[in-house]
């Protein structure tokens, strides 16, 4: 966990990366409730972050799948 000073603030990396993974993990969630895939939001969400979240909740509902 790095802690340095930038423009007279401390930055926490270490708490942004938690909030970041935390973040991926809820994106998991939402994606699996539109019957997408979570592996693949999640992934998707380490990259994007927020903007992943935003699509995901701008997106439709995927219909299921009949075998």
């Known amino acids: 966990m790095a802690v340095y000073r930038e423009r007279g603030l401390i930055v926490d990396t270490g708490s942004f990366s938690v909030g970041w993974g935390t973040l991926a993990l809820i994106n998991a969630g939402l994606a699996q409730g ?3 895939s979570g592996l693949n939001w ?3 969400s380490l990259l994007l972050g927020p903007l992943a979240t935003f699509l995901i909740v701008v997106m439709g509902k995927m219909e299921e799948k009949e075998d």
Do not use: C, I, P
Request: charged residues 35%; aromatic residues 16%; positive net charge.
């Open 34 to 36: 539109k019957n997408r």
């Open 42 to 44: 999640f992934l998707l």
